[in-house]
């Protein structure tokens, strides 16, 4: 964990996810009389196919055989292991799946009724202050394809920000510039200032704050206002979450013509590869830029 956390620069949700996922190997090994550190390859075929026979999805298997590789990858460079036993196993290949993506016209209703719950007078004094983090959050969100965790996060120095772009943290402590536009940044000044005429900024470095441990507005919480919010406009609770509204910022920057790989600079992906379950949006593009354009196409024909 410690090697990680230090050399990768893994995020705490993702150390928490290989730490269970040792644990579970862990005593599944021990109810067999093994251990991590002794188990052989059998041992750990057994363990996978048991994964399988409880009916544990694809990717989960995956994840799992992953932090075992990662495991046994870091005792063998350690020496504590003079083999690795998962090199001769062949998981299950991930397939990944294409992002679930909103429309423009679910977006602009989305954002339409947030800008509108933030500015309605007959609110009390907490709810507008819901209502405008909401506002703020939501814009931000789509004008900049944050991850959630990033967005929940945002310190209050943002507000300082001169121009339309602010600096955000990443994984592994990565900073990266990211444009943010007209509305999103009123909106979140909207938000700053209904705050302090309140006086519930509370936690001075945040721009969300929030009576939680870490100090800030969590992730979960933003998940289900946004949830909500997306109920009240009329579109379904299971088509939008807050990793959605980032697919639709992505999807939607390609379909209007931005470079793939301008995009992974937006999105934070240290390899191009990750960006590259939008080239679905580029295939629709470029499909239609020869069906429009070339000299021989009906279209042009015409």
Do not use: C, W
């Not at 999805?57 to 998962?86: I, K, M, N």
């Not at 990750?274 to 429009?292: A, G, P, S």
Request: glycine share 8%; no cysteine; hydrophobic share 45%.
């Amino acid at each position: 964990m410690e090697m990680m956390a230090v050399e990768r620069g893994a995020a705490e949700n993702t150390l928490d996810a290989y730490r269970r996922d040792l644990e579970d190997a862990s005593s599944h090994l021990a109810a067999r009389g093994t251990s991590l550190k002794q188990a052989d390859t059998e041992a750990i075929r057994g363990y996978v196919a048991a994964l399988a026979g409880e009916g544990l999805a694809e990717s989960s298997r995956a994840r799992r055989l992953s932090a075992l590789r990662q495991f046994y990858r870091f005792l063998y460079v350690e020496g504590h292991r003079g083999d690795d036993p998962t090199g001769p196993i062949e998981g299950a290949r991930k397939k990944r799946p294409l992002p679930k993506v909103m429309s423009e016209e679910d977006v602009d209703r989305l954002l339409d009724l947030a800008a509108a719950e933030a500015t309605n007078a007959a609110l009390s004094p907490a709810a507008r202050l819901r209502a405008a983090r909401l506002a703020a959050l939501v814009e931000l969100l789509y004008a900049t394809g944050l991850r959630v965790s990033e967005l929940v996060a945002l310190p209050r120095s943002v507000l300082r920000a001169t121009g339309q772009a602010i600096i955000v943290k990443g994984k592994g402590g990565k900073e990266r510039m990211v444009p943010i536009g007209e509305a999103a940044g009123d909106a979140m000044r909207r938000f700053a200032e209904v705050a302090r005429g309140l006086k519930r900024e509370g936690d001075e470095r945040f721009l969300f704050p929030a009576a939680s441990e870490t100090g800030h507005l969590t992730r979960q919480a933003f998940a289900r206002d946004l949830k909500a919010l997306a109920a009240r406009a009329g579109i379904p609770a299971a088509k939008i979450s807050p990793h959605v509204l980032r697919h639709a910022f992505a999807s939607h920057l390609l379909k209007h013509g931005a470079d793939l790989r301008a995009v992974q600079e937006l999105l934070g992906h240290s390899d191009i590869s990750t960006t590259q379950i939008y080239t679905h949006v580029l295939d629709e593009r470029l499909i239609r830029l020869v069906t429009d354009h070339h000299p021989l196409s009906p279209a042009s024909r015409d």
